[in-house]
C-alpha cells in the first residue's frame, strides 16, 4: 500500500512516529518526506494495514496535523523490515511549516529532572513542541534554514537527531548547554549584571522591577501582577493607559484562583497553541486592580517556552506578560531594536543568542457557544494554512485592512493567513507587513498574479497593492470581505444574508459603512440594508472621542429640542455647540452608517466613556455593563429598500431610560437587545424577498459576546442556519481571507469551464 499525508508534517516527528508505529505492527516498508509531505509504503495482512491506516491518524504526534491522506494499493515487494529513508526533492514544494508550539511534557520533565543533561536548561525542545514559524528562514525546513544555524550540535545532540528512534530525531533547533543558545540579563544599556540570570529576574519581578523577556516571537514586558505600584509603572512607561494587561500564570490552578473556565475554555488555555484566553475575573482575584482596569475579564495565559517555566515557577504566582513595545507600536524582536526602544520601559532584560526570524505577537482567543472566538491569529495558529472548498485559478496575494492587518497568500486550496501585523499607520508596522510578504513569498514559493486589496485609495495596503508589477489587481468592498471570511471559512460560496457590523468601511458609494445587511456570495454582492446614517463629527477624532457620536445621535434625534440634563452635554459643554455645528454642516463631517460608533454613542449617553484610551474600549466597557439577566429591548425602526434600520429610535429609547433613573446596567442591556432584535428584524425582511435561510455574521462588533449570542440564539430558533467565525478573527484579522475569496471566485468565474 503507497500512502501520502499532506498538511503539517514534517519538522514534527512524523516519520520516527510512523517508524515506530509499523516496528509495533509488524508492517515492513519505508517512509520519506518529499516536496508534499510524508510518502510512505506498508507492506503486511490486510486487517494490519486497516489498523496501521487508522492509528495513522488517530496517534499521530501532537503537533502534526494531517490535511489529506491518500492510500492506493501496489504491488507487494516482499520487505522485511520498515526504514525511514532521505527526502525526495523532485516537484513543487507543499509541505506545511509548523506553528511554534508550547513545551511538552516530556521535555517539561527533564527541565526539572535534577539528573538529565538538560536540566533548567531555557532552550529545551524536541519534534513535539518548541520554536519552528519564528526560526524559519527559507525552506526546505533544516537547520541551516532557520536561526539555528550558528549553534553546531555537540556530539550527544547529534546522535539524537540521527537516532529515528529517539523523539529528537530531526528536531531542527535540537540543542544542550554545551552547544546551544545561552541566557544572559543585561541593563538598559546592554551591560550585563551579576548572579544567575533566571534567578536574578524572579529577584527584580519580586521587588517590583519591569523586566524585558525575550520570546519566541519578540520581546515581552513583565512585572509583578499582584503589584499595583510595579503594574502602573509599566502602564506610565509603555504609555498604555487602559488597555489590559496580558497575565501569564504558573498552572491551571492558578488559573482557577483568578477566573472562572468552562471546559472549553480550559482546553483553549492548555494547548499547544497557549494563546491568550479572555477569561471571566472572579471577585476578589489577586491581582493588581491597574492590569485590567474596569474590566471584567483577565486575559491569561500558560508558560509556553521552558524560559516562561522556569520563571513562573521561580516566582510561584501570575505576572503581567504583555507585548514589548510602546503604544501603537509593533512588537520588538531584534537585540539591538528591543535596547533602544524598550530602554526607557524596562529595569533589566533578560535576553539570549538565538535570533527571532519572524516578530509575531501572542494569539487572543475566547470562548463563544462552545467553540473558539479568535480574537488576534498569530504564534501558536501561524502558518497553519485555511483549506479553501476548491482550488484558487491563480495564485493570489491579499493585503487586508488598514487596521488589525494581516495578509494572505494562496496557492491551490490553501490560504497562508499571516500572523497579526497590526495597524499600518505605524512606519515600523508597515515594514513589518513589506517584510513579511516577503517572507511567505519565498517560504511557500507563491508568485502572485492577483492581488486582492480594500476599496478605500487612502489605505496605505491599498497603495502597496498598486505599486505592484505584474499583478491583476482585484478591489474587494471591506463589508464583502467581512462576510466571504465567514462563508470562506466555513466552506461555504453562498448566497447568504451577511451581516457586518463594524467600525468604518469605505463603501461602494464613497460614504463610510459600518453597519450592513448585504445579499452576499463570493462573486457578488447587494446591499439590502444598513443602518441610518449619521454625520461623523470631526472624522478620525469622533472615532477616540465617542461623546462626539453622542452629540451627531442626539443631534438626528432631537435637533433643536434636546431633553435638558444630559449628563454628556454637560460634561462636554465647553466644545458641544461646535461638534453640534460640524455635524449638521457636513463640513469634516463624513456620514458613516458605522455599528461601532453607534455603540460608542451610547457608551458616552451612559457616561461609561466619552474618550477612549484604546481601539473599542468604549463598545467593550459598554458590553460589560449589561445587566445580563435583563429581558427588556428596544425597538429600532426599519423602512425603505435598501432597509434602513434606525439607530436614532435606540438612542431615543436610551434616553428615556436615563431620564427615569433607569439603571445603567438594564439600559445597555436593552440596547444590546434592541440591536439583536433589529438584525433579526432586517434578516427576515430580507429573508422574505430573496428565499434565504443562511445568515452569515462578521465583522468587529460580533466579537461582543451579548450582542452576537443573543443574535445567534433568535435567528436559529427562527430556523435559520448561522455562520460565525471560528478559525479566523471577526475583526479585521479575518479580511485577507475574504479578499483572498472573492477573488478567487471571481476568476474562477472568468475560467473557461
Not at 463629527?537 to 438626528?556: C, F, Q, S, T, V
Request: charged fraction near 25%.
Amino acid at each position: 500500500m503507497r500512502v501520502h499525508l499532506e498538511g503539517i508534517v514534517q519538522g514534527v516527528g512524523f516519520r520516527p512516529f510512523v517508524h515506530s508505529l509499523a516496528s509495533r505492527l509488524g508492517v515492513a516498508g519505508w517512509v520519506g518526506n518529499d516536496t508534499r509531505g510524508v510518502a510512505l509504503e506498508a507492506e503486511a495482512e490486510d486487517e494490519v494495514l486497516d489498523r496501521f491506516l487508522e492509528a495513522l491518524e488517530r496517534e499521530a504526534p501532537p503537533m502534526a496535523v494531517i490535511e489529506r491522506l491518500s492510500a492506493d494499493p501496489v504491488a507487494a515487494r516482499g520487505e522485511s523490515v520498515f526504514a525511514i529513508v532521505g527526502s525526495d526533492a523532485a516537484g513543487e514544494r507543499r509541505a506545511d511549516v509548523a506553528p511554534d508550539a508550547a513545551t511538552c511534557e516530556d521535555c517539561l520533565g527533564e527541565l526539572f529532572d535534577p539528573s538529565d543533561r538538560r536540566f533548567r536548561y531555557p532552550f529545551i525542545n524536541c519534534t513535539n513542541c518548541g520554536p519552528r514559524f519564528t526560526i524559519v528562514r527559507g525552506i526546505p525546513y533544516d537547520r541551516s534554514n532557520t536561526t539555528m544555524a550558528g549553534f553546531a550540535m555537540c556530539e550527544a545532540c547529534a546522535s539524537e537527531y540521527h537516532d529515528p528512534a529517539n523523539r529528537r530525531f530531526h528536531a531542527q533547533p535540537v540543542c544542550c548547554p554545551a552547544c546551544g543558545p545561552e541566557l544572559r540579563l543585561v541593563d538598559a544599556h546592554g551591560e550585563p549584571l551579576a548572579g544567575d540570570p533566571l534567578e536574578a529576574t524572579v529577584a527584580l519581578l519580586g521587588s517590583g522591577r519591569v523586566v524585558a523577556v525575550k520570546g519566541l516571537g519578540g520581546y515581552h514586558l513583565a512585572a509583578d501582577a499582584a503589584s499595583d505600584d510595579a503594574v502602573t509603572a509599566l502602564r506610565s512607561r509603555k504609555r498604555r493607559e487602559e488597555k489590559p494587561f496580558a497575565v501569564m500564570v504558573p498552572d491551571v490552578d492558578a488559573a482557577r484562583r483568578l477566573a472562572t473556565m468552562a471546559p472549553e475554555e480550559e482546553r483553549l488555555l492548555t494547548s499547544a497553541r497557549r494563546p491568550i484566553v479572555l477569561l471571566r475575573r472572579l471577585a476578589g482575584a489577586p491581582v493588581a486592580p491597574s492590569v485590567a482596569p474596569g474590566n471584567r475579564f483577565l486575559g491569561l495565559m500558560l508558560p509556553y517556552t521552558p524560559i516562561h517555566h522556569l520563571l513562573a515557577r521561580g516566582l510561584g504566582r501570575p505576572f503581567v506578560l504583555t507585548s514589548g513595545n510602546r503604544s501603537d507600536e509593533p512588537i520588538a524582536f531584534g537585540d539591538g531594536d528591543a535596547l533602544e526602544r524598550l530602554g526607557p520601559i524596562a529595569d533589566a532584560f533578560l535576553v539570549h543568542d538565538r535570533p527571532i526570524h519572524v516578530r509575531t505577537d501572542d494569539s487572543v482567543v475566547r470562548e463563544f457557544r462552545g467553540r473558539e472566538m479568535v480574537l488576534r491569529r498569530s504564534r501558536g495558529s501561524v502558518p497553519r494554512p485555511v483549506r479553501l472548498r476548491r482550488p484558487v485559478p491563480r495564485p493570489v496575494l491579499a493585503v487586508g485592512a488598514e487596521l488589525k492587518n494581516t495578509f494572505a497568500l494562496a496557492k491551490g486550496d490553501r490560504v497562508f493567513l499571516s500572523h497579526h501585523i497590526g495597524d499600518l499607520e505605524n512606519y515600523e508596522t508597515l515594514r513589518s507587513f513589506t517584510e513579511g510578504i516577503e517572507h511567505f513569498r519565498r517560504l511557500f514559493q507563491v508568485r502572485p498574479e492577483v492581488c486582492a486589496h480594500d476599496l478605500h485609495p487612502e489605505y496605505l495596503s491599498t497603495k502597496y497593492a498598486a505599486d505592484l508589477d505584474d499583478v491583476e489587481l482585484v478591489g474587494v468592498q471591506h463589508h464583502h470581505a467581512h462576510v466571504a471570511s465567514c462563508l470562506a471559512e466555513n466552506g461555504e460560496d453562498g448566497p447568504a444574508i451577511g451581516v457586518a457590523f463594524d467600525g468604518l468601511g469605505y463603501g461602494t458609494d464613497g460614504t463610510i459603512w459600518g453597519g450592513e445587511l448585504l445579499v452576499a456570495g463570493l462573486t457578488t454582492f447587494e446591499r439590502a440594508g444598513h443602518f441610518e446614517p449619521v454625520p461623523l463629527p470631526g472624522g478620525a477624532a469622533a472615532i477616540k472621542e465617542p461623546w462626539r457620536m453622542a452629540a451627531a445621535y442626539l443631534n438626528a434625534a432631537y435637533g433643536d429640542g434636546l431633553p435638558p440634563g444630559l449628563d454628556v452635554v454637560r460634561r462636554n459643554q465647553d466644545r458641544w455647540a461646535d461638534v453640534v455645528a460640524v455635524a449638521r454642516s457636513g463640513l469634516g463631517s463624513f456620514a458613516t452608517s458605522s455599528a461601532g460608533r453607534l455603540f460608542d454613542a451610547v457608551a458616552a449617553i451612559l457616561g461609561v466613556r466619552d474618550r477612549i484610551a484604546y481601539e473599542g474600549q468604549a463598545a467593550i466597557e459598554l458590553e460589560q455593563l449589561a445587566e445580563p439577566s435583563e429581558p427588556g429591548a428596544y425597538r429600532a425602526g426599519l423602512e425603505g429598500d435598501p432597509l434602513r434600520v434606525s439607530g436614532v429610535d435606540l438612542v431615543r429609547a436610551v434616553v428615556e431610560d436615563v431620564g427615569r433613573g433607569v439603571d445603567r446596567g438594564v439600559v445597555a442591556a436593552r440596547f444590546h437587545n434592541g440591536v439583536s432584535d433589529a438584525v433579526v428584524a432586517a434578516v427576515d425582511r430580507v429573508s422574505e424577498r430573496t428565499g434565504l435561510r443562511t445568515a452569515a455574521l462578521s465583522g468587529g462588533v460580533f466579537q461582543n459576546l451579548v450582542l452576537v449570542d443573543r443574535t445567534v440564539a433568535a435567528l436559529e430558533a427562527r430556523g435559520y442556519r448561522v455562520l460565525t467565525h471560528s478559525r479566523v478573527p471577526p475583526n479585521d484579522g479575518g479580511i485577507s481571507l475574504g479578499q483572498v475569496a472573492v477573488a478567487a471566485a471571481v476568476h474562477g468565474a472568468r475560467s473557461p469551464r
